[in-house]
Nanobody, 124 residues
């Protein structure tokens, strides 16, 4: 069974850091575009960042640019989201997703495989 599993969420104070991980099992996403999205209570799911398979193209949401960094370890089939300078408005459930598209899309519907999500809570 193909699945993505996120980990690394938790509670952190404003200004702190967390690193999320997304590991694929049952498949390799060596050539997949990988994205991170998030959803806060009562809000729509929103795009955070996406990276094409060689990390040759990366797109960040303006709200996280300069604070968040996506990276991947293909040997471990894992994508990371390093989050620094966290703010209370970053509080959300974070999801990783995989897409066969060649562009780092911001559109959630273009991603065909999703993880179950991991909670990130930033206290002010």
């Amino acid at each position: 069974q193909v699945q993505l599993v996120e980990s690394g969420g938790g509670l952190v104070q404003a200004g702190g850091s967390l690193r999320l991980a997304c590991t694929a099992s049952g498949t390799t996403f060596l050539r997949a575009t990988m994205g991170w999205f998030r959803q806060a209570p009562g809000k729509e799911r929103e795009f955070v960042v996406a990276s094409t398979w060689l990390s040759s193209r990366v797109r960040y949401a303006e709200s996280v640019k300069g604070r968040f960094t996506i990276s991947r370890d293909s040997a471990k089939n894992t994508v990371f989201l390093q989050m620094n300078g966290l703010k209370s408005e970053d509080t959300a459930v974070y999801y990783c997703a995989a897409s066969g598209k060649l562009e780092p899309s911001e559109v959630a519907s273009e991603y065909t495989l999703w993880g179950q999500g991991t909670q990130v809570t930033v206290s002010s």
